[in-house]
C-alpha cells in the first residue's frame, strides 16, 4: 500500500503564487510515477503534471510556462506561478505504479482558489 499527504493549497490572487506538495510512503519501487491532477466544478479531471523516474516532467499544455513539477525522492512538488482563477480547483497528488495489477493511488486532493 502507498499513502499519500498532500498540503500547500490555499488562497491567492491572480498573479500570486502557491508551492503544493504530496509526500508518498510505504510499498514505493521500480519505475514509478507521481504527479499531479485537477477538477474544477462542473469539469473533467483534467492532467497538471508528472514525474516519472528517470524521465522528465511532463505538463498539461496550461501548466507550461507557469507551473514547476519537481521531485525528491518520493516527493512531488509543484510550483504554481502567475496563478489566474481559471487555475482554481481541487487538486489531487496521485502515485502510479506503471503496472496494470497495481491500481493508481490518489491524495485527499487540497484546495486551489485564485480570486481576480
Known amino acids: 500500500q502507498v499513502q499519500l499527504v498532500e498540503s500547500g493549497g490555499g488562497l491567492v490572487q491572480s498573479g500570486g503564487s502557491l508551492r503544493l506538495s504530496c509526500a508518498a510512503s510505504?510499498?514505493?519501487?521500480?519505475?514509478?510515477?507521481l504527479g499531479w491532477y485537477r477538477q474544477a466544478p462542473g469539469r473533467e479531471r483534467e492532467k497538471v503534471a508528472s514525474?516519472?523516474?528517470?524521465?522528465i516532467p511532463i505538463y498539461g499544455e496550461f501548466a507550461k510556462g507557469r507551473f514547476d513539477i519537481t521531485r525528491e525522492k518520493n516527493t512531488v512538488y509543484l510550483q504554481m506561478n502567475n496563478l489566474k482563477p481559471e487555475d482554481t480547483a481541487v487538486y489531487f497528488c496521485?502515485?502510479?505504479?506503471?503496472?496494470?495489477?497495481?491500481?493508481?493511488?490518489w491524495g485527499q486532493g487540497t484546495q486551489v482558489t485564485v480570486s481576480s
Open positions: 510505504g510499498n514505493i519501487f521500480g519505475v514509478n510515477e
Open positions: 496521485y502515485y502510479d505504479q506503471r503496472l496494470k495489477t497495481i491500481p493508481i493511488v
Open positions: 514525474k516519472r523516474t528517470s524521465m
